[in-house]
């Protein structure tokens, strides 16, 4: 089952903060997050294990709530250069298969 | 330099003339992946191999057969290509996917195919 992302796009001005949630309607294992920029192939960002661990890379950090079954990226300051396509992968067990959202679409204006 | 190699790049062909997309890994990675990706629908995943001899069908299988012979290569095979098969194709490998840390993807640069 695909999880959900939310919102489908987002536009910020540089130095705003945004949040991108993930959810699934399965218990979930673990959560990745990935972002795409425009052409070019999807990088690993960091990933969440359950147990509602959060975890941070420069300004962007994330949670997952295993109640919830949700994770969220927190970009905090966003920079032109966090422009893309961010995708969450989860997994429903150890060794599950990762399975992708659809994206969000961030874009970072001057 | 670790990495995911897709060969061709860019493919434009004709319905019906077999293709074959290969991807190769030069990390040792156990676990190899094909993806598929459409605007509005994200990353959608054909196929998936835990390890040589074992694949497995994703999501979208339908259309494409893949092979594991060797660890390092997971070709994509389309038999009779159709114009719904028109997309962009991602490899992706992971050293395991049975522990955190491990099962980091790193994917190839990508595959743009256009089936006429």
């Known amino acids: 089952q695909q999880p959900v992302q939310s919102p489908q796009a987002v536009i910020l001005r540089e130095g705003e903060d945004a949040v991108i949630n993930c959810s699934s309607s399965k218990a979930l294992y673990s959560v990745h997050w990935y972002r795409q920029k425009h052409g070019e192939a999807p990088v690993f960002l960091m990933i969440?294990?359950?147990?509602?661990e959060q975890k941070g890379h420069e300004k962007i950090s994330a949670s997952f709530n295993e109640k919830k079954q949700q994770s969220s990226l927190y970009l905090t300051a966003s920079q032109l250069s966090y422009s893309g396509t961010y995708f969450c992968g989860t997994r429903r067990g150890s060794q599950g298969n990762l399975i992708f959202g659809k994206g969000t679409k961030l874009s970072v204006k001057p | 330099e670790a990495q995911v190699t897709q060969n061709p790049r860019y493919l434009i062909t004709v319905t019906g003339k077999k293709l074959t997309v290969t991807c190769s890994q030069n990390?040792?990675?156990?676990?190899m992946s094909w993806y598929r990706q459409d605007p509005g629908l994200g990353l959608r995943q054909i196929y998936y191999?835990?390890?040589?001899?074992?694949?497995d069908k994703g999501d979208v299988p339908e259309g494409y057969k893949v092979s594991r012979k060797e660890k390092r290569n997971f070709p994509l095979i389309l038999e009779s290509p159709s114009p719904n098969q028109t997309s962009l194709y991602f490899c992706?490998?992971?050293?395991?996917?049975?522990?955190?840390?491990?099962?980091?993807?790193?994917f190839g640069p990508g595959t743009r195919l256009t089936v006429l």
């Open positions: 992706a490998s992971s050293l395991t996917t049975s522990r955190v840390g491990t099962d980091t993807q790193y």
């Open positions: 191999s835990m390890n040589v001899e074992v694949t």
């Open positions: 990390m040792n990675h156990e676990y």
């Open positions: 969440l294990l359950k147990g509602g």
